[in-house]
């Protein structure tokens, strides 16, 4: 009786290189995509917290406040960060979110719009709901305050 041939190298890393394969296809057609529309919610949050705090700044007599701008940068990027956690857990939420046909647009390299299609991902957060979560009004009155620090700063810079 012949003893059994040991596996050869390329009988072991063949189904080792599959496996990583059929992940990194897993990974970019399911986790990635969801990932920068989480991001996308997040930015479309913080832009409008962003205008109503740049717009809220022009009523307040900026002369008396004194501005620490470092902390003020430190604040904004740390709501930011929790922003996109509770988007990540919570954006989904029926209670916080639409769910409709949603069309992401699409460009091309020069940064024209090429067209548009049905998207992945079939909701996108109603700030207004939103705002019912004690949570995320905590961090969005964080942010705002940080950024009405922030054109206060700069106001203040561009008036020397």
Aim: with cysteine; glycine share 2%.
């Amino acid at each position: 009786m012949r003893p059994e041939p040991s596996p050869t190298a390329g009988e072991i890393l063949i189904p080792i290189l599959i496996c990583a394969l059929a992940w990194l296809i897993h990974y970019h057609e399911d986790i990635k995509p969801e990932k920068e529309f989480d991001k996308a919610q997040t930015k479309k949050v913080l832009d409008i917290a962003h205008k109503n705090a740049v717009m809220s700044v022009d009523t307040i007599n900026f002369d008396e406040y004194i501005v620490d701008t470092k902390a003020a940068r430190k604040d904004s990027v740390n709501s930011t960060k929790e922003m996109q956690k509770w988007v990540k857990h919570q954006g989904k939420n029926p209670r916080f979110a639409d769910y409709k046909y949603i069309y992401d647009t699409l460009y091309t390299k020069q940064g024209q719009i090429k067209g548009y299609r049905l998207s992945k991902n079939m909701w996108h957060l109603n700030t207004n709901k939103a705002m019912t979560d004690p949570e995320y009004t905590k961090i969005y009155d964080e942010f705002s305050d940080a950024i009405v620090k922030l054109e206060i700063a700069r106001r203040q810079q561009k008036h020397k």
